[in-house]
């Protein structure tokens, strides 16, 4: 059988077999099948791939995630006398009738931060409080635990810069430009220009910024 395209909507496109808990999205957004989104806040056009498993976590617009992203992996209580998670969900063991409220509140703000325009590859995974800047790439299976610096490249385990999508000048002048702000009628208008070499995309419009 061949797939129909499908055109995105202001109303999400979300695929088979995803749990969605907690989860806003700005609009034009998609979600892969079998991803797991807890937390999550979406900003237009951001996107995942197949089998990702989001926790605790700002996207921002127009962020590219490929399939078995891992962002926010909680973790465990390393300090008390057991790993297990017993003594934080005691209810499932009949120890206790409540869970631990204040242990699931802790890991609800430690926020995930990505960037707009970000491409965070196959099998990725970010650790929570960790900020992407925007236009990064983050390599297929990093593990990323440290920030990234807007429009740099890291890669490996744990991830570390390679280099930077452009020079200094133009990516400060992207970052000024903000096409990401843009009206979605204005991003059509102008889309052929973002097919245009960077210097020309930048020479043509940071006159425009304030």
């Known amino acids: 059988m061949i797939n129909k395209q499908i055109i995105l909507r202001q109303e999400p496109t979300i695929h088979e077999n995803s749990s969605l808990n907690n989860v806003k999205f700005e609009g ?8 797991s989104l807890e937390n999550v806040n979406f900003g237009r056009f951001s996107y995942t791939g197949q089998f ?3 926790q ?10 490929a399939a078995c992203v891992r962002i926010g992996p909680t973790d465990h209580p390393i300090n008390r006398p057991t790993l ?25 703000m430690r926020i ?42 890291v890669v490996g385990n744990p991830a570390r810069k390679i280099k930077y999508r452009f020079n200094k000048d133009t990516i400060e002048k992207l970052q000024k430009i903000r096409w990401w702000n843009w009206d979605n009628e204005i991003i059509k208008e102008r889309f052929e220009d973002f097919k245009m070499p ?13």
């Open 28 to 35: 034009y957004n998609e979600i892969g099948i079998f991803n």
């Open 52 to 54: 990702c498993f989001i």
């Open 56 to 65: 605790n976590a700002e996207i921002g617009r127009f962020v590219n995630i």
């Open 84 to 108: 297990h998670h017993f003594t934080y969900r005691p209810s499932m063991y009949g120890f206790s009738d409540e869970n631990e409220k204040e242990f699931f509140k802790k890991r609800e």
């Open 112 to 153: 995930s931060s990505i960037g707009h325009d970000t491409w965070i590859g196959h099998g990725a995974i970010i650790m929570p409080e960790v900020k992407i800047g925007n236009g990064a790439i983050i390599g297929s299976a990093a593990v990323v635990t440290k920030d990234v610096e807007p429009y740099s490249i």
């Open 198 to 210: 960077i210097e020309e995309f930048i020479e043509k419009y940071f006159q425009e910024v304030d």
